[in-house]
């Protein structure tokens, strides 16, 4: 290695020359060589810049010298290193001053150390100069390959990309120093991708070198070297991989692979059907592959094609419904072509595809077609039952034509026969009903569930069957002062007969009183006529009401004439001259009737309703006069069943002697109380037995009392009396808590006391009979 001698002044202007070679004794000799080392005279000593060569694998490498120009060989100066890296990565022999490296040095790591020199007397201990400072600089050396950073590297480019296309910029990086000779200048090639891609050497820029189709070869893999030193023998290398997809372009269009599909649909399906699908294949992907499927040849106008867009499948539809009878087979074309289509790729897709489908139409048994979508016929009124109203007709659109049963629903004014017939079963009155809504309903012998309905509308004409009559009733008065020629009324008269033309009617007298009437008819010609009176002066204790007779006459075909009695008040009209004040006391006294009606009407009512809640009153008197013993305290339960008994059967399941006859009876208590004794003697006072004289005449005159009372209810019914007697001690009548046995009593005069006792004597009876 050169050397150089880098000589620093106090200005700190450096000079550079060649280091001298002197001895290794020579005060002017700093450093040996391979070692480059810059030496500056400062103060009578050398300070030196040294290169080191980096990669130094000795364990103890010379580096250099300092000594001092003072130093004169006789080992009295010793020489410090100080600053950082001094004893760790260099040492200083302190007697000659040279210093050796003892680790490895990496320039990668640390380029520059900077330390300071200290030259110290042995004999005084002080130091001979002030401290010195000096650089020790690492040389570089080809230690480190190229390294791409930024890896993994992913590219994606269309396909059919013509050839020049960038694709991806690799680069590499080297941690040598490049100002170092060759060490960090790169140099890439292509190991894998030919011959589909190339690099640039020096910018390690990829790019395509031959067209690529998609459809063959999605994705590829290159690999990319790069070298330092350029390339030169000796020269280190790193490699990476680079992932290079290709993107789908609309270079394929969609094809079918089959070319003729089967396909059936019934004669019953709606219009809107889906009927089957096709399907075509375009090896292109994403929006590239988006079909349109369309109908290229069908005369018939009966199908249509739309797209699925999800699935890509065409969806065959019907456009119109079909007929097994009229055609049973259609044939069409379709075609498909893609979506979206760039202009520069049309050359691709210059022919759509197509294919055949053969639709096949399906049989089913049909319902009856009428012939007419409905049905509309005339009729006049007053034509007698059984005439023709029109004919209806309906077929069995299948081949096997079947025969057709007609029916009306919702009349009972016309008839149908099998052979579609419609006539009348009764009279018909337009005026009652001008128009009839039906449905008749057709249906197949042999499949009755084969079922067709259609409107029918009849409409009944009209006749002129009834003659005109007065339009509304009249009131008319006449003052007893009018004079001959006065209009005391205007009529006009109508007509519930429909006229092809207008309506027009005439006025008459009748011939009595055309002779012998007081008043006369004018007709207006309007279809109204006004009366005016025949003479002068009316009497209204003599006349007080007029009847005349007035004929009206319609225009129909018979004209149709109606007599219509007009009644005329005579009036003492007054000194007005007026009739209103006729009328007014015609509407007064009306009114008068009408609040007497009323007043009479509310004075019935209250009666009514004072009878009812007297009667009520009086029912509930009644009961709590029939039943005093409600509200007295018998210290006993009383247990009330609404059950009806039900007859022969209660007697022959229970048997009476037996319940009466029962083990449960009141046990005698040796000791009773005062109350006990009182109550003991209360029952006994009731359990009056049958025979006693006093309480068969108190049962007697209970029981005429029932039956003579017009508020007793009309129906069955317990009656309980509390009748104290007389104090005997004979038995109760009830059976139930008694300690004494009533086998001997006879009941036999329960049988006088009428039927209402009759089941209770048949019931004792029984059970005497039974126990003796």
Known sequence: M????????????PLLWPCLGATENSQTKKVKQPVRSHLRVKRGWVWNQFFVPEEMNTTSHHIGRLRSDLDNGNNSFQYKLLGAGAGSTFIIDERTGDIYAIQKLDREERSL????????????????????EFVIKVSDINDNEPKFLDEPYEAIVPEMSPEGTLVIQVTASDADDPSSGNNARLLYSLLQGQPYFSVEPTTGVIRISSKMDRELQDEYWVIIQAKDMIGQPGALSGTTSVLIKLSDVNDNKPIFKESLYRLTVSESAPTGTSIGTIMAYDNDIGENAEMDYSIEEDDSQ????ITNHETQEGIVILKKKVDFEHQNHYGIRAKVKNHHVPEQLMKYHTEASTTFIKIQVEDVDEPPL?????????????TPQGSFVGVVSATDPDNRKSPIRYSITRSEVFNIDDNGTITTSNSLDREISAWYNLSITATEKYNIEQISSIPLYVQVLNINDHAPEFSQYYETYVCENAGSGQVIQTVSAVDRDESIEEHHFYFNLSVEDTNNSSFTIIDNQDNTAVILTNRTGFNLQEEPVFYISILIADNGIPSLTSTNTLTIHVCDCGDSGSTQTCQYQELVLSMGFKTEVIIAILICSMIIFG??????GLKQRRKQILFPEKSEDFRENIFQYDDEGGGEEDTEAFDIAELRSST???ERKTRKTTSAEIRSLYRQSLQVGPDSAIFRKFILEKLEEANTDPCAPPFDSLQTYAFEGTGSLAGSLS?????????????????????RFKRLACMFGSAVQSNN
């Open 113 to 132: 150390y900077i330390l300071r020199a200290q030259v110290i007397d042995i004999t005084t201990g002080r130091a001979v100069e002030p401290e010195s």
């Open 370 to 382: 009428f012939l007419l979508p409905y049905y509309v016929f005339e009729v006049f009124e007053e």
């Open 2 to 13: 050169n050397c150089y001698l880098l000589l620093r002044f106090m200005l700190g202007i």
């Open 664 to 666: 449960i009876m009141r």
């Open 302 to 305: 009966t199908f249509d094609i």
């Open 611 to 616: 009878f009812i809640f007297l009667t009520l």
């Open 735 to 755: 059976s139930l808590e008694s300690a004494v046995s009533d086998q001997d009593e006879s009941y036999d005069y329960l049988n006088e006391l009428g039927p």
